[in-house]
């Protein structure tokens, strides 16, 4: 059975600091990706990844950056956290060809 | 401009009747839908998905319809249960997009009463 485990379930983090969201998949998947999910908003594509080294932006990379540097990890940095980034934050990943994905249980991030 | 729309964010029934859960798209380019359910504190969990090939797909209890020329999906449950509860997203996915890539909807809220 596929596991996405993200590193913290909860983070408290002050504005202006750097956060790191760490994502690790044990299944070999080809292409990750990190959402953030708000109330009425659904879940929103930050970035996604589909090979090592490889990024593409989503629909609201702004304030945000990502790292695979290894096939299973994948990262997420908040270069100057802000208020506005308290959210959920799911990592998700998948198969190469096929389009369902594997979520994480997610990270909720407060910023203060 | 959402592309995935999920229009109803609560839908309440009765234990033993039937769950229609709807989701609407605008995106041509979507050739591919899935149905997740999340329940709290835990991430999405795959559940149904459809090709714009075909109109039906059934797995058990559940069953996705989808209407090419109206641009609309839904998710019927039959018989609902009380363990259906759940919050329940819409994705669509278009076939040229890379890393299969998906747009969600914002999800409805099933409750299914005992």
């Known amino acids: 059975d596929v596991k996405v485990t993200q590193s913290s379930r909860y983070l408290v983090k002050r504005t202006g600091e750097k956060v790191f969201l760490e994502c690790v998949q044990d299944?070999?998947?080809?292409?990750m990706f990190w959402y953030r999910q708000d109330p009425g908003l659904g879940l929103r594509l930050i970035y996604f990844s589909y090979d090592v080294k490889m990024k593409e932006k989503g629909d609201i990379p702004e304030g945000y950056s990502v790292s695979r540097e290894k096939k299973e990890r994948f990262s997420l940095i908040l270069e100057s956290a802000s208020t506005n980034q308290t959210s959920m934050y799911l990592c998700?990943?998948?198969?190469?060809?096929?389009?369902?994905?594997?979520f994480g249980d997610g990270t909720r991030l407060s910023i203060l | 401009d959402q592309q995935v729309k999920q229009n109803s964010p609560s839908l309440s029934v009765q234990e033993g009747r039937i769950s229609i859960l709807n989701c609407d798209y605008t995106?041509?380019?979507?050739?591919?839908f899935l149905w997740y359910k999340k329940y709290p504190a835990e991430g999405p969990t795959f559940l149904i998905s459809?090709?714009?090939?075909?109109d039906k797909n059934e797995d058990g209890r559940f069953t996705v319809f989808l209407n090419k020329s109206a641009k609309h999906l839904s998710l019927h449950i039959v018989p609902s249960q009380p363990g259906d509860s759940a919050v329940y997203f819409c994705a669509a996915s278009a076939g040229d997009t890379n890393a299969g890539k998906s747009t969600f909807g914002d999800g409805t809220t099933l409750t299914v009463k005992p």
């Open positions: 459809i090709s714009s090939i075909k």
């Open positions: 995106n041509s380019m979507f050739d591919y």
């Open positions: 998700a990943s998948s198969l190469a060809g096929l389009r369902s994905q594997h």
């Open positions: 299944m070999d998947h080809e292409n």
